[in-house]
């Protein structure tokens, strides 16, 4: 007997209220039903915004299988060596059921501004699926009430332009002059109910999606239309599209990237050495000789190098330089395993709402980890610095009216602020336990210096190699919303990663201390990834498995 199709069809009351298994496979009923009074649209919108966060920011499981995959982390998971499943396909799908409910029954309500905010992030949800995995269930899903079990998947292709559409609609509701009985406001983690951020986010996401595919078609006439009304789009740090985590209270909201800080062990999510030798100034081919003023917000060094306070490892170390300790993508080495829990660099302050690198090389956990940093880093859907570098990026390939380059500058400034504005007004350091005071890094010497040098360095490459910087600064600012580094990378090769074979010829890696460590892969670089095994399992209109190096999402060229 076939199976019925249920496996996207989790209750409301199941992700709001918690109800029981049985609702769960009750799989004769439409158990999504957006009719009931008793379900409050308030909790459906709150639910699913957090969700969609969960399981996409860096500390997420599909957030670090990207990092590795565009090479900002390493770790011994499933990604190192391109591994990485379906992860969060579920999940993802869940948020969007809630947002339906939101669609449906919101306008029988007058509540058309819930409805306007649920069609904006379902857009987006949808699009970070086709881009992660190509195609994927759209136009039949969740529509298990006009007995449609076992949705088909739509080419990416076919549903890029309704995404557009369900943009506008949104737009267009929250523009809806009607009396709204009730209006999001704190049940809003996002803009606490500020329509006018909305409509800029909703614009600026368009923005990303012409640019997403500006390879396989003719955007030009969109993107310099959205760019002639910047005050529609992101403007200023304030109207980035972010969500905020909190820090530890009655209830643990921190960020998803803060639980390295509370695991008993560490390991599987740890800053990558191509990454830190790229912001040390040591990667020969791009910035060169540039040293990062990040690097201290980036990266929280738990010890000191030798012959300094606390040197010490527990166990032998793969790749040390001083006192950042990690291990290398793709390693055959015999100190890849090992506990390290107290040795290993963190990610820091800015990645993940933890330490500033004050040099002290403190052990998180002699530090308390409850105490070590606040957690409270907002996940970043598309911030101001992002849409300068989508400007910047569109003006260099002649698809809109500008200077790349004073873009590209305002990008870099805008880098520097976003870095302040996350520490100052969400994570606050000084509030930690083990608290601290971190130093602004817009206004630093060294901040002007590097900036300077990036500048000149954009100023004497052609125009490849001037496409390289604007992508590699995006990379490196981007760090916590790593689904957009993986989109960039394949769009556009850059920035250039780390290529163990048979990806690319690298063997070995030399550390800084001269330990030479073998690296190889199991696979080429997916170009998608793999489509979710129970969904497979489950949905008969699913598609065979592919092979995920070698299928590649419709914008790529």
């Not at 943009?167 to 006018?196: L, R």
């Not at 074979?501 to 030399?510: D, L, R, Y």
Request: hydrophobic share 35%; charged share 20%; glycine share 8%.
């Amino acid at each position: 007997m076939k199976r019925k199709y249920f496996i996207h069809y989790i209750t409301l009351a199941l992700l709001v209220t918690g109800a029981g298994c049985k609702k769960f496979l009750d799989v004769n009923k439409n158990v999504n039903n957006p009719t009931p009074a008793s379900v409050n649209l308030s909790l459906v919108l709150s639910g699913a915004e957090r969700n969609i966060c969960n399981n996409i920011a860096l500390g997420s499981t599909l957030g670090n299988n990207m990092s590795l995959y565009v090479h900002q982390l390493t770790g011994r998971i499933g990604a190192d060596r391109y591994g990485a499943g379906a992860a969060s396909w579920n999940e993802l799908y869940s948020a969007i059921s809630n947002l339906n409910v939101i669609i449906k029954r919101a306008p029988s309500e007058d509540r058309f501004i819930y409805a306007g905010i649920a069609k904006i992030l379902k857009a987006y949800t949808v699009s970070l699926l086709v881009d992660m995995y190509g195609d994927v269930p759209f136009s039949e899903y969740d529509r298990f009430d006009e007995g449609i079990r076992q949705p088909k998947f739509d080419k990416g292709s076919e549903i890029y332009p309704q995404l557009f559409k369900l943009i506008d609609e949104g737009i267009a509701d929250i523009n809806n002059p009607a009396f709204n009985p009730s209006k999001p406001g704190t049940d809003d983690y996002i803009y606490k109910g500020n329509t006018a951020n909305w409509i800029k986010a909703a614009n600026t996401i368009k923005l990303k999606l012409y640019t997403q595919t500006r390879l396989v078609q003719d955007v030009k006439q969109q993107v310099t239309a959205l760019l002639a009304a910047p005050a529609s789009l992101i403007n200023s740090q304030s109207e980035s599209f972010m969500m905020p985590y909190g820090p530890i209270g009655n209830t643990d909201d921190r960020h998803p990237a803060y639980g390295d800080y509370t695991a008993t062990q560490r390991g599987g999510q740890l800053f990558s050495p191509w990454l830190y030798e790229i912001m040390k100034g040591r990667n020969p081919n791009i910035l060169t000789g540039l040293a990062d003023p990040r690097v201290p917000y980036y990266v929280y060094n738990q010890k000191s190098a030798p012959g300094g306070a606390n040197p010490t490892p527990e166990n032998c170390t793969e790749f040390r330089d001083g006192g950042f300790v990690s291990i290398l993508f793709g390693s055959n080495g015999p100190c890849r395993d090992g506990s390290n829990s107290q040795t290993y660099s963190l990610m820091g302050i800015y990645p993940a709402g933890g330490r500033f690198n004050d040099s002290a090389a403190k052990s998180v956990n002699s530090l308390g980890t409850q105490n070590a940093g606040t957690g409270a880093r907002p996940h970043e859907f598309i911030t101001y610095a992002d849409r300068l570098y989508l400007e910047a990026e569109l003006i260099h390939a002649g698809l809109a009216p500008g200077d790349a380059r004073d873009v590209f500058s305002k990008a870099l400034d805008a880098t520097f602020a976003h870095v302040d504005n996350v520490i100052v007004n969400f994570i606050k350091p000084g509030s930690a336990g083990a608290a601290q005071n971190v130093p602004l890094i817009a206004t630093l010497p060294a901040t002007k210096t590097y900036k300077d040098g990036v500048l000149a360095a954009y100023d004497a490459g052609d125009n490849a190699k001037k496409l390289e910087y604007i992508m590699t600064e995006k990379w490196i600012n981007r760090i916590e919303n790593p689904i957009d580094n993986y989109t960039d990378y394949r769009r556009t090769k850059y920035p250039v990663l780390f290529a163990p074979a048979p990806e690319g010829i690298v063997t070995s890696v030399t550390g800084p201390d001269g330990k030479v460590t073998a690296v190889s892969n199991d696979r080429k670089y997916p170009w998608s990834l793999p489509f979710s095994t129970v969904e497979i399992g489950l949905n008969a209109n699913a598609p065979p498995q592919k092979v995920a190096e070698n299928f590649k999402v419709f914008w790529q060229p």
